[in-house]
């Protein structure tokens, strides 16, 4: 078994990228700029964006926080989307999830100029992805395809199961996995027969939110394990959706939790965010 060390991956991405950004930065006069808003005051996600912060900070992004209260309204928040979308100065804008219970969600990732749609979440860049497309991609799906591709493993041909279904994970790591070439199994809560159909896969991502689901008989001898899941337990222990230990006597990779898939999500907003403004400036620059 080896291990998929998101922290040592994700580190060699954010160096390539300081290089990439660095160029950017002296073309254009400016160095390409990420807007993060968070509403109140979530401890998960104030350390989420502190992370991202510090990660703009490691490459040579532009960074702005707009930190607001709790009680922020619905067309408050929507103002400050709007007047970031017309800023030309910003090219990323991420709303951090989730937000306080009186906020869609739905309606605040919309009103996001998919341009600058950085999370890959708008229902156009989904729909670019799904019809082969180019556009900005889910973070953390594309982290995933990442680390595979440090492997050495083909994806072509490979039979993948994803466990999970989101808009955010399952489903667009489904579209990923079919662009390069796999055959892809899409396994969800009402899927029967779920450790069978996960005994059949090369490649196993697993996003369903559920401590330690998959377990490790599940595994066929040789597959990579793909482990998006992050569950703290009642004792505070961070575990993933793979059981790890009895997985990894299976798996000839697997990536551990925490310092799996969570520093890829970070590595590939940066990326997004350098695409998106590399975009920008080629539509700006177009006759």
């Not at 090219?91 to 009186?102: A, C």
């Not at 520093?263 to 177009?286: H, S, V, Y």
């Amino acid at each position: 078994m080896q291990l998929l060390d998101g922290k040592k991956i994700s580190k060699e991405l954010r160096q390539a990228l300081k290089g990439q950004v660095a160029d950017f930065t002296a073309t254009y006069g400016r160095a390409p700029r990420l807007d993060v808003i968070l509403v109140g005051g979530d401890p998960a996600s104030q350390i989420y964006v502190r992370n991202k912060e510090r990660g703009c900070q490691k490459v040579g992004l532009s960074s702005q926080s707009h930190l607001l209260d709790e009680s922020t309204t619905e067309a408050q928040l929507l103002q400050l989307i709007q007047e970031l979308n017309a800023n030309d100065a910003v090219d990323g804008i991420l709303v951090q999830l989730p937000l306080p219970q009186h906020l869609d969600s739905a309606v605040m990732l919309a009103a996001i100029d998919p341009t600058k749609d950085v999370d890959g979440f708008h229902a156009i860049n989904l729909g670019r992805l799904v019809s082969g497309l180019p556009g900005l991609v889910p973070c953390t799906p594309l982290g995933c395809i990442r680390m595979l591709e440090t492997t050495g493993v083909p994806i072509s041909g490979a039979n993948a199961v994803v466990v999970g279904r989101s808009t955010i994970v399952g489903k667009p790591m489904a579209h990923l996995l079919l662009q390069q070439h796999a055959t892809v199994t899409v396994c969800h809560s009402r899927t029967r027969n779920l450790p069978e159909l996960v005994r059949t896969a090369d490649i196993v991502v697993a996003a369903v939110g559920v401590p330690e689901m998959i377990q490790g008989d599940w595994i066929a001898p040789g597959a990579i394990v793909i482990d998006v899941g992050i569950n703290r337990m009642p004792d505070g222990k961070i575990v993933g959706d793979v059981a790890f230990e009895s997985a990894a006597k299976n798996a000839a990779w697997i990536t551990p939790v925490p310092g799996g898939v969570g520093p890829m999500t970070i590595a590939c907003l940066l990326e997004n965010t350098l695409t998106a403004a590399r975009q920008r400036e080629a539509t700006r620059q177009a006759p």
